[in-house]
């Protein structure tokens, strides 16, 4: 089992900035994929950005060169550095964590983004 537990959630004026982490415990395979997703009300769950333990990076189109995903290895810890935010980016957000044999989400943290 790995436990998810996600921070950095709020209310920001479009425009401004906000930076999320998850952290990871528990099972942590060193060959592993982390990554955010969100899902906006009304709307299906999609993919934000996700990052492997190697350092690859993948981002929807629609947040390339706003949002930056990192992550720190030694702490199982994924960022999501979100500049210039949209009132089209609110929604919650989701961390997920997966390896070879599972993969598993946090509880979610609203990000809000006013006009």
């Known amino acids: 089992q790995v436990q998810l537990v996600e921070s950095g959630g709020g209310l920001v004026q479009a425009g401004g900035s906000l930076r999320l982490s998850c952290a990871a415990s528990?099972?942590?395979?060193?060959?592993?994929?982390m990554g955010w997703y969100r899902q906006a009300p009304g709307k299906q769950r999609e993919l934000v950005a996700t990052?492997?333990?190697?350092?690859?990076?993948n981002y929807a189109d629609s947040v390339k060169g706003r949002f930056t995903i990192s992550r720190d290895n030694a702490k199982n810890t994924v960022y999501l550095q979100m500049n210039s935010l949209k009132p089209e980016d609110t929604a919650v957000y989701y961390c997920?964590?997966?390896?070879?044999?599972?993969?598993?989400w946090g509880q979610g943290t609203q990000v809000t983004v006013s006009s």
């Open positions: 990052i492997s333990s190697g350092g690859n990076r």
């Open positions: 528990g099972n942590i395979f060193r060959l592993n994929i």
């Open positions: 997920r964590y997966s390896h070879s044999t599972g993969a598993y």
